[in-house]
């Protein structure tokens, strides 16, 4: 069993381009169904002037996996990358 208090507590990490999406802000509950459907979150762009103003929703559908101190996610496309631009 987990508590919200520990969700919240978990970066959002989209596994299809690693981006950190931020934190959970707040959570959408199907009262009909006792189900969690999505989470609200608000983003973080890596910007030291950034307000943390940008809010987003992530469907509980799209959830892959919940870690330690990560939720993994799979929104959106896959990048495109050329073999011989990446410096290994």
Do not use: H, P
Not at 15 to 35: A, C, Q, R, S, Y
């Amino acid at each position: 069993m987990m508590r919200i208090s520990d969700i919240m507590e978990k970066e959002i990490i989209n596994v299809k381009n690693g981006k950190k999406l931020g934190f959970i802000t707040d959570i959408d509950l199907d009262v009909e169904n006792g189900k969690v459907s999505s989470f609200s979150i608000t983003g973080s762009s890596g910007n030291f002037f950034y307000r943390g103003a940008e809010i987003d929703t992530v469907y509980w559908k799209d959830i892959l996996r919940i870690g330690c101190d990560t939720i993994i996610v799979s929104i959106g496309s896959n990048l495109n990358f050329d073999q011989n631009q990446i410096d290994v």
